[in-house]
């Protein structure tokens, strides 16, 4: 006896890897923040000195690093939308970028060394900017990244951040001081008494 209608088991292979595709999307832009809790008008102040301002910009820096290259890169393609030659290494380049930034699942790492995520971003934005100046497009490229630095700057200092909280500690950029200052919280600290008589009983 025939039967119609039956439906395979297993998904053909372009299935699988659309769906892969769109799940890595997801997840890769899931890391980025929201862009309503980045806006909000009622965490905007001007900070009182300018120790507070770096402060600011150093946790604000770690929390929307993503969505810091997300607005520099806009305004970067931005700035070559009348250059279709510029446009086209662009989105070369944004391919390496959503391959070793966005929707990358493991850390990227050389010979068992892992390469740190701010040091990939670098990279990347170097060779970005490298690869563009080749097409003679250096005044566009300079007004995207001055602008676009000056976005990040501005939202950095004027972000307040008491209400964010970084999931990951190593997100974080630590002050110089607080090395220490976790480096002696860690240490095993010696009894003042103990000091005291092992100093008595030396003399």
């Given amino acids: ?47 009182t000195n300018l120790n507070e301002a770096l402060q600011r910009f150093r946790i604000n820096a770690a929390y929307f690093r993503v969505n810091y290259v997300i607005v520099v890169l806009f305004l ?24 070793l930034y966005f929707l990358r699942d493991d850390p990227v790492s050389i010979e068992g060394f892992v390469i740190d995520d701010r040091i990939v971003m670098m990279g990347l934005l ?15 490229i300079i007004v995207g990244l001055t602008v676009g630095s000056a976005a990040v700057i501005g939202h950095g200092m004027l972000r307040i951040t008491n209400d964010l909280f ?14 220490s200052v976790r480096f002696v919280e860690e240490s095993t600290p010696m009894p003042l008494k103990n000091a005291a008589s092992a100093s008595y009983s030396l003399s």
Avoid: C
Avoid at 7 to 36: D, N, T
Avoid at 76 to 99: E, T
Avoid at 126 to 140: A, R, S, Y
């Fill in 1 to 47: 006896m025939t039967t119609y209608g039956t439906i395979p088991a297993e998904l053909p292979p372009s299935s699988s890897f659309v769906s892969k595709a769109r799940e890595q999307i997801r997840s890769g832009l899931g890391i980025r923040r929201e862009w309503k809790e980045m806006a909000k008008t009622e965490s905007i102040s001007l900070p």
């Fill in 76 to 99: 970067l393609f931005v700035s070559l939308l009348w250059h279709p030659v510029s446009l086209i290494v662009f989105i070369i380049m944004m391919a390496a970028w959503l391959f």
């Fill in 126 to 140: 170097i060779v970005t900017v490298g690869m563009l100046m080749l097409t003679d497009v250096t005044g566009n």
């Fill in 166 to 179: 970084l999931e990951d500690e190593e997100e974080a950029i630590p002050p110089p001081t607080s090395v």
